[in-house]
């Protein structure tokens, strides 16, 4: 087990392409970092030069105190699982995770009972005693997702690192496997890098989140701190389903916000932050969970609510997600959709009529203001450490 340091290290391609661009993260000791992004933010890349099989450009990784810049995949005492799990066919689950200690048995100063021993002790960690016999064509997928973890610990490494493992998994293959793979860091406490572009994957996986995009960090934070609050508008769309809805709106005075023909105001505490850019054109966030429809029972908000035609209804057990259009400024929705959504309570509102115009009220306690621009600041943050983005 060790603490991982990634300083100033970026991935540059022939014809200047930026893969990682010069990016500094503090992995700790038994920490479990989740490195997530859509495709081509660098998440792989970063792995990849972390377990040595991409040259660094620029910057140093240590691995505890040691540089490794130049240090061999194989002498970096890290342990790798990919996602297409790299399992050789023609041996038996035994000896796929067996072969790589035996590769180096005089090196690791390990006899024979000793591989014995970690094999069989893995396998019973994994729940895959009964098919250590077997070869992996033998297997679902999720048995040699197994498989391949089991060759992994069995090296006893400093620090493990998963390449998107779970992606050719079924979806409820994937939540039974994810929740093994926590079990199993809870146990061994090793240090651990995991990259995936699923975002719930890293919100239920990680100690912490590093959300990337375009080479760069755009927030590390635990899971919660960055779903509630987002260092800029990218990672507060990216993390949470449904996605966060965005309005073009207009600062005005003492907390003022019009977007479309519709106003709503910050409370108290928020007034004070965004004073600054009074005047200003502005991104308006909401969470679906944040808004509520208001004319029917026991919900009726008079205050800070707009109006919208319901276009879509999807159940979800006890809750429901409404689709709706703005009636009134519907220009003012970000990005061309004009579609906005809010998760509501079923049992009250599961039977709205499709095409109806209903009011919705916003928790203006739980919204954000972003500078425009797709990776617009969240001007509604105390600048804290871990606020800002990385």
């Known amino acids: 087990m060790a603490r991982v340091a990634i300083e100033n290290v970026s991935k540059i391609y022939p014809g200047n392409v930026k893969a990682v661009d010069n990016i500094s993260l503090d992995i700790k000791d038994r920490e479990f970092i989740v490195l997530v992004g859509p495709s081509g933010c660098g998440k792989s890349t970063t792995l990849r030069m972390v377990a040595g099989l991409e040259e660094i450009s620029d910057g140093v990784i240590k691995i505890g105190e040691k540089v490794v810049n130049n240090v061999a995949p194989k002498d970096r005492d890290i342990a790798m699982v990919f996602q297409n799990y790299a399992l050789y066919p023609h041996m038996t689950v035994y000896k796929n995770m067996a072969f790589g200690l035996q590769l180096r048995r005089r090196e690791l100063g390990l006899t024979k009972p000793q591989i014995h021993e970690r ?4 396998a019973k960690i994994l729940g895959i005693t009964q098919y250590l016999d077997r070869k992996p064509k033998a297997l679902s ?17 400093k620090c493990f690192l998963f390449d998107e493992p779970l992606s050719n998994l ?20 090793t240090t651990t890098i995991y990259v995936t572009h699923d975002q719930e994957e890293a919100m239920t996986l990680g100690d912490r989140i590093v959300v990337m995009k375009d080479g760069l960090i755009q927030q590390a934070a635990s899971p919660l701190e960055t779903y509630d609050r987002p260092a800029n508008r990218f990672v507060a769309g990216f993390v949470g389903t449904p996605p966060m809805n965005f309005f073009s709106a207009k600062l005005l005075g003492d907390g003022w916000l019009s977007f479309g023909v519709n106003k709503v105001r910050l409370p108290d505490a928020a007034r004070a932050r965004v004073a600054g850019h009074t005047g200003q054109d502005v991104v308006l966030g909401v969470r679906p969970e944040s808004m509520c429809p208001t004319n029917e ?55 709205l009529a499709v095409d109806s115009i209903i009011k919705i009220h916003v928790d203006l306690g739980r919204v954000h203001v972003f500078e425009k621009g797709d990776n617009g600041v969240n001007i509604t943050l105390s600048r804290e450490p871990g606020h800002a983005a990385a």
């Open 297 to 351: 029972g026991k919900y009726n908000w008079p205050d800070n609510t707009f109006s919208a035609r319901v276009n879509v209804i999807e159940p979800l057990g006890d809750k429901v997600d409404i689709y709706m259009t703005l009636e009134n400024g519907h220009e003012a929705v970000v990005d061309g959709g004009k579609s906005i959504v809010c998760r509501a309570d079923a049992h009250q509102f599961g039977k």
């Open 119 to 122: 094999v069989t002790e893995a």
């Open 170 to 189: 079924d979806a409820k293959l994937r939540v039974e496997t994810r929740a093994e793979i926590k079990k199993l860091h809870l146990r061994l406490k």
């Open 141 to 157: 997928g999720g048995q040699r997702q197994r498989v391949a973890v089991g060759r992994a610990i069995v090296r006893d490494p």
